[in-house]
Every structure is written in structure tokens, then in C-alpha cells.
């Protein structure tokens, strides 16, 4: 066989093998959403769309309750409208052409803003140079990758703590040292960032609390006040016991006697050594 023989041969074969590639691949199949995130129990519309002239049958396969919006004349697209999405799911868009099928898979994903957010104080009142301890949690969130909680004094942000897994609730413990005697104006905040899903931010801020701040004295000021109470109460009782021996060394100077000793010696001595 020449060479040129061989060559056509070669190309015929390629050429087949090009035609049979392009064939299995005719037609491509398109699926899409504004968002691929929704609020559980929401709504979503999905376009399906295909380059096929003529589909035979194309549609969104789920088991989630939805209805045809819209749909082009000849079948080419059809948009969807996807009821109560409670959990991540995955829709597929499949069309028929020429009696092959091909097909594309959207993923949905579900949000739940904070159900709660709230700021715990281990103590309202610290000192001047002492560590304190706060709390912020956020509860029933999802996705917690998503979520981001912050300690904030006064619209400040101090610190930040993100979080991951499946977990519905996230704690964030922040360690901090009061640096002046200046009280603290303390809130938590929960941020759910959802841009990376087609959503938007959600922001949630907790109740704000004041962390008092004192300086240091020679003392803790209730030891004072104890201490303070306990003294005055000494001398009150010694004033006391002062005047009753006083008294009691004026009467006898008086009368020879102790004022209880001397009324009994004025008894009838008939009455003194009756029997009791």
C-alpha cells in the first residue's frame, strides 16, 4: 500500500473518530439560579435550559414540590419554581435529544440566620489590669462556615471567631484585660455572610451589657465595709460595757454596795432565807 493510501486511511479514521466524539456531545443541557443558597423552608426559581433545536423531553428532576413558571415554545427552556426547600438538595436538568440524554446537577444549599444571639459576663465588675472572660453564642445557625461572631465595645470590633462543621449552635469564649477604669459597653454580634452562595449578609447583634471597671485601693471595698462594720460594732459594745461598770462603781461609792446587791440586803430577812 502507498503512502498516500495510507495517509487517507489515517484521516478517514480520525474524521469518524471526531464525528462519533461530536456526536455523543450534540447538544448541551444549562442549569441555573439567581442564588444557589435559600432560607429553610423558601422558594427558588431555576432556569433549564438546552442548545438542542428540538428536545424530545427535558425537565428538572427533584423530590421537592415545584411548578413550570415560564417555558419556551419548543421545549428549549424551562423555568422552574422550587417549593420549601428545608435541606440541602441537589436538582437535576435533564433533556432528551435525538434519543440521547444528557443532563446537569444544581446544588442548593440552606440558611438559618441566628436564631438567638446573646453576651454573658462572667462578673459586672472587674479591676484596673485583671482578666475577664465573655461569651457570645449564636443559636441554630446554619452554615456555620458562613458565620463569623464578634465581641464589640461600642460599635468596636475587638475580636472575631469563625467557625466550621455541623453544628446548629457556636459558642465563642473571648479572653480580655481590663486596661483602664473606663466602664466597657459590650455586645456580641453574629454575621452570616452569604455572598459566596449568590446571598447576602445578615447582621444580628446581642443585648449590650457595662463591665464596670475600678481602680485598686489598699483593699477590696467590701473587705473595707466589713472591716469598718466590725470595728464600730467593738466599740459600741465596749461603750456599753464601759457604762454599765462605771455605773455600777458610782452606785456602790453611793452606797456602799452594788446596786443588786444592796436592794437585796434591803429585803425583810424573813423573805432572804425563805427557801426558793
Not at 440558611?111 to 472587674?126: E, F, G, I, M, R
Amino acid at each position: 500500500m502507498s503512502s498516500f493510501a495510507c495517509r487517507s486511511l489515517r484521516i478517514t479514521l480520525l474524521a469518524l473518530l471526531c464525528c462519533s466524539g461530536s456526536g455523543e456531545k450534540a447538544f448541551e443541557v444549562h442549569v441555573s439560579s439567581e442564588r444557589q443558597i435559600v432560607e429553610a423552608t423558601g422558594a427558588l426559581k431555576v432556569n433549564c435550559s438546552t442548545s438542542c433545536e428540538n428536545p424530545q423531553v427535558g425537565g428538572l428532576e427533584t423530590t421537592l414540590s415545584k411548578k413550570v413558571l415560564e417555558e419556551h415554545p419548543q421545549g428549549k427552556w424551562k423555568q422552574f419554581l422550587v417549593l420549601n426547600i428545608s435541606q440541602d438538595t441537589s436538582l437535576l436538568c435533564h433533556f432528551t435529544c435525538e434519543e440521547k440524554q444528557h443532563s446537569e446537577h444544581l446544588n442548593i444549599r440552606v440558611y438559618k440566620p441566628p436564631a438567638k444571639v446573646t453576651l454573658k459576663l462572667q462578673s459586672s465588675q472587674v479591676f484596673v489590669g485583671e482578666a475577664f472572660t465573655i461569651e457570645c453564642t449564636a443559636e441554630a445557625v446554619k452554615p456555620l462556615e458562613s458565620l463569623t461572631l464578634s465581641l464589640l465595645h461600642e460599635g468596636e470590633t475587638l475580636q472575631n471567631q469563625t467557625f466550621g462543621g455541623a453544628e446548629s449552635n457556636a459558642i465563642a469564649i473571648f479572653n480580655r484585660t481590663a486596661l483602664t477604669k473606663d466602664s466597657l459597653n459590650l455586645s456580641c454580634q453574629a454575621v452570616l455572610d452569604l455572598r459566596p452562595h449568590g446571598g447576602h449578609i445578615i447582621l444580628i447583634n446581642s443585648t449590650s451589657q457595662i463591665l464596670e471597671v475600678f481602680e485598686h485601693t489598699n483593699g477590696h471595698p467590701i473587705i473595707i465595709i466589713i472591716i469598718v462594720v466590725s470595728i464600730l460594732l467593738v466599740l459600741f459594745v465596749t461603750s456599753v460595757l464601759l457604762c454599765f461598770i462605771l455605773g455600777q462603781h458610782w452606785h456602790r461609792k453611793r452606797t456602799g454596795t452594788y446596786g443588786v446587791l444592796a436592794a437585796w440586803m434591803r429585803l425583810p430577812r424573813a423573805l432572804r432565807q425563805r427557801p426558793g
